[in-house]
């Protein structure tokens, strides 16, 4: 203070009437220099506890530095800045006013609050501390902001907020107690819905808009077009198949897309990136034909198969059954690689829903067609057993040409299932039966290679034969003999028994052994008819011819009369029986 009062002391003492002479000098009034007043005046020095201020007057005015360090405004203190101050006392005595910068702040922060608060408008504040329920804002005045009203969303770190200038609604205002209730989620909402209006104002379909990345999804990328988010879905962004947005689109990227459509009731805006482009699936059919032969690049595989471009946004599907001439299913990364080129087959073109199906396998000649080449039905061939099912066993004959052997070809004996005389991993020795290219089917035969039983069976066997055979299975109709091993017949029910039989299994069993003759063959169908009950007879007609045969042929007339006289009967012996004659 010394340093401000030196010049004072070393003045003579002034009367009051030179005090208003030299305010008049400076065009000061009274009414100007109330204690109160907020006065305008420029630095003219800074020391490190005051700053001293030219306000017009002869004297200079003080502000203590602490005003400064509390002030919302943080920027340095400069000699020659303006600067508003409140006058707090005028002391000609020491020669110079006593301002003070604090006071001022609060008056215009109480006059910036009341005008926000009347107006709807806002005012700039700096959230400085966490309190109970809120947060206190540095407005020129200390003013209270709820937790409630910090954003838009919850705040899960509060203390992110602290030390930064915001702009905020007054929601509530009280001038004379000098409290004030703060809103930053009111702003933030209100200028919002303004952009809103901005943007949805100026939009109309097909209109080319930019936009800045603001974040990417599985499903597409959000575009800032000015405070309102479109969305750029995934299937908008390239006429080919992309896996990620993010192999197109990076979060701050420019971009430049067209609105597709819009609502701005629900405030959604969804964008189209690859509509900038043509569309290379128009007049696609006048590209590619089916069955025409095309190159392509791998560019992604799945579970189900590979996809192909064939030019830029063009892609077709190999379905897994179409990689390979194999029955067996092969994972796509097996056959082929993503970046590969490779050569396929246009099955099938759909424009409508933009889908083009390709085989792999169609390139090459079909592997049964190859072995129809070399073999042909009859010949015999040599293989590995590489499966068991209930209905057969699948031989691979050559490398990735597999045949069947159907159940009913491995024995000419009747069996339960393929396991009983097939295992997985067996070398085999089998008959090809026949080659269907078209269904894609070898059938094979391991029976076949001793023969056709039952050719040699209609050679021996003729209508009449009496056969001894084994029951093996009972049905309603009959029963089912088999002749020999491989050879079944049927017994209906009416060559059963001379009596009248309705349930084979009351009287018969399997397993059970009998006589039955051959009563029909039909070659053709490879089908037999037998009958028991014909059997007994022509066993009982064989029995009978066999006793005659056995009596000797020369009996004499004496013989013949001697055996009927020791069955003859005298009449007294009949008398006495029957008491007449």
Same mark, same amino acid.
Do not use: C
């Given at each position: 203070?010394?340093?401000?009062?030196?010049?004072?002391?070393?003045?003579?003492?002034?009367? !009051?009437?030179?005090?208003?002479?030299?305010?008049?000098?400076?065009?000061?009034?009274?009414?100007?220099?109330?204690?109160?007043?907020?006065?305008?005046?420029?630095?003219?020095?800074?020391t490190p506890t005051h700053v001293l201020v030219d306000v017009g007057f002869?004297?200079?005015?003080?502000?203590?530095?602490?005003?400064?360090?509390?002030?919302?405004?943080?920027?340095?203190?400069?000699?020659?800045?303006?600067?508003?101050?409140?006058?707090?006392?005028?002391?000609?005595?020491?020669?110079?006013?006593?301002?003070?910068?604090?006071?001022?702040?609060?008056?215009?922060?109480?006059?910036?609050?009341?005008?926000?608060?009347?107006?709807?408008?806002?005012? $700039?504040?700096?959230?400085?501390?966490?309190?109970?329920?809120?947060?206190?804002?540095?407005?020129?005045?200390?003013?209270?902001?709820?937790?409630?009203?910090?954003?838009?969303?919850?705040?899960?770190?509060?203390?992110?907020?602290?030390?930064?200038?915001?702009?905020?609604?007054?929601?509530?205002?009280?001038?004379?107690?000098?409290?004030?209730?703060?809103?930053?989620?009111?702003?933030?909402?209100?200028?919002?819905?303004?952009r809103k209006r901005r943007v949805f104002d100026k939009l109309t379909r097909?209109?080319?808009?930019?936009?800045?990345?603001?974040?990417?999804?599985?499903?597409?990328?959000?575009?800032?077009?000015?405070?309102?988010?479109?969305?750029?879905?995934?299937?908008?962004? /390239?006429?080919?198949?992309i896996n990620h947005p993010s192999e197109v689109f990076q979060i701050g990227?420019?971009?430049?897309?067209?609105?597709?459509?819009?609502?701005?009731?629900?405030?959604?805006?969804?964008?189209?990136?690859?509509?900038?482009?043509?569309?290379?699936?128009?007049?696609?059919?006048?590209?590619?034909?089916?069955?025409?032969?095309?190159?392509?690049?791998?560019?992604?595989?799945?579970? !189900?198969?590979?996809?192909?471009?064939?030019?830029?946004?063009?892609?077709?599907?190999?379905?897994?059954?179409?990689?390979?001439?194999?029955?067996?299913?092969?994972?796509?990364?097996?056959?082929?690689?993503?970046?590969?080129?490779?050569?396929?087959?246009?099955?099938? $073109?759909?424009?409508?829903?933009?889908?083009?199906?390709?085989?792999?396998?169609?390139?090459?000649?079909?592997?049964?067609?190859?072995?129809?080449?070399?073999?042909?039905?009859?010949?015999?061939?040599?293989?590995?057993?590489?499966?068991?099912?209930?209905?057969?066993?699948?031989?691979?004959?050559?490398?990735?040409?597999?045949?069947?052997?159907?159940?009913?070809?491995?024995?000419?004996?009747?069996?339960?299932?393929?396991?009983?005389?097939?295992?997985?991993?067996?070398?085999?020795?089998?008959?090809?039966?026949? $080659?269907?290219?078209?269904?894609?089917?070898?059938?094979?035969?391991?029976?076949?290679?001793?023969?056709?039983?039952?050719?040699?069976? !209609?050679?021996?066997?003729?209508?009449?034969?009496?056969?001894?055979?084994?029951?093996?299975?009972?049905?309603?109709?009959?029963?089912?003999?088999?002749?020999?091993?491989?050879?079944?017949?049927?017994?209906?029910?009416?060559?059963?028994?001379?009596?009248?039989?309705?349930?084979?299994?009351?009287?018969?069993?399997?397993?059970?052994?009998?006589?039955?003759?051959?009563?029909?063959?039909?070659?053709?169908?490879?089908?037999? /008819?037998?009958?028991?009950?014909?059997?007994?007879?022509?066993?009982?007609?064989?029995?009978?011819?066999?006793?005659?045969?056995?009596?000797?042929?020369?009996?004499?007339?004496?013989? $013949?009369?001697?055996?009927?006289?020791?069955?003859?009967?005298?009449?007294?012996?009949?008398?006495?029986?029957?008491?007449?004659?």
């Amino acid at each position: 203070m010394s340093e401000l009062t030196k010049k004072s002391n070393n003045e003579e003492n002034i009367s !009051f009437e030179d005090y208003e002479n030299l305010i008049n000098k400076y065009q000061f009034s009274a009414k100007e220099l109330t204690p109160g007043k907020i006065i305008k005046g420029k630095v003219i020095k800074i020391t490190p506890t005051h700053v001293l201020v030219d306000v017009g007057f002869k004297s200079e005015g003080i502000i203590p530095i602490e005003d400064f360090n509390d002030s919302l405004e943080s920027r340095n203190i400069n000699p020659g800045d303006n600067i508003e101050a409140v006058l707090e006392k005028i002391n000609p005595k020491e020669g110079y006013l006593i301002l003070s910068k604090k006071k001022a702040v609060m008056l215009n922060a109480l006059d910036n609050l009341e005008k926000a608060y009347y107006h709807n408008s806002w005012i $700039i504040g700096k959230i400085t501390e966490k309190i109970k329920n809120g947060f206190t804002v540095n407005a020129g005045i200390n003013a209270f902001l709820p937790d409630s009203h910090a954003d838009v969303k919850s705040v899960k770190e509060p203390e992110q907020l602290i030390g930064n200038k915001y702009k905020f609604k007054v929601i509530k205002f009280d001038r004379k107690s000098e409290n004030a209730v703060l809103s930053r989620k009111l702003f933030l909402q209100d200028e919002r819905e303004k952009r809103k209006r901005r943007v949805f104002d100026k939009l109309t379909r097909g209109q080319k808009v930019k936009g800045v990345v603001k974040s990417i999804t599985n499903f597409g990328a959000f575009i800032n077009l000015g405070g309102i988010e479109g969305l750029l879905h995934i299937s908008d962004m /390239s006429w080919g198949k992309i896996n990620h947005p993010s192999e197109v689109f990076q979060i701050g990227q420019d971009v430049e897309a067209v609105v597709l459509d819009f609502n701005e009731k629900d405030e959604r805006i969804s964008l189209g990136y690859k509509q900038l482009l043509p569309d290379p699936w128009e007049n696609i059919e006048g590209k590619y034909q089916v069955g025409q032969k095309v190159k392509g690049k791998v560019v992604s595989l799945a579970d !189900f198969g590979a996809f192909i471009e064939l030019e830029k946004g063009v892609e077709g599907l190999v379905h897994i059954s179409d990689l390979t001439w194999s029955r067996k299913l092969i994972h796509p990364k097996k056959v082929v690689s993503v970046g590969e080129e490779v050569l396929v087959t246009i099955l099938n $073109i759909n424009p409508a829903s933009k889908r083009i199906s390709l085989g792999l396998k169609q390139v090459t000649t079909h592997p049964l067609e190859l072995l129809r080449q070399k073999y042909s039905p009859g010949s015999r061939v040599k293989g590995t057993i590489t499966n068991i099912t209930d209905f057969g066993a699948f031989m691979e004959v050559e490398k990735g040409i597999e045949g069947l052997i159907h159940i009913s070809d491995i024995s000419w004996k009747k069996i339960k299932h393929p396991s009983d005389k097939l295992k997985v991993g067996d070398e085999a020795e089998a008959v090809i039966l026949s $080659i269907d290219v078209e269904k894609q089917k070898l059938s094979l035969g391991i029976k076949q290679l001793e023969g056709d039983i039952w050719e040699d069976f !209609f050679k021996r066997q003729r209508i009449g034969d009496l056969v001894k055979v084994k029951i093996v299975r009972l049905v309603n109709f009959g029963v089912f003999v088999e002749i020999t091993p491989g050879i079944e017949g049927v017994v209906f029910l009416s060559e059963l028994d001379e009596k009248k039989i309705e349930n084979p299994a009351e009287v018969f069993s399997a397993g059970e052994e009998k006589l039955a003759k051959i009563i029909k063959l039909n070659q053709k169908d490879k089908k037999i /008819s037998l009958s028991f009950k014909q059997a007994q007879t022509e066993m009982q007609k064989l029995e009978y011819q066999k006793y005659t045969q056995s009596q000797d042929d020369k009996l004499t007339l004496g013989d $013949i009369m001697k055996d009927q006289l020791k069955n003859f009967k005298s009449p007294k012996n009949l008398k006495k029986k029957g008491g007449k004659k």
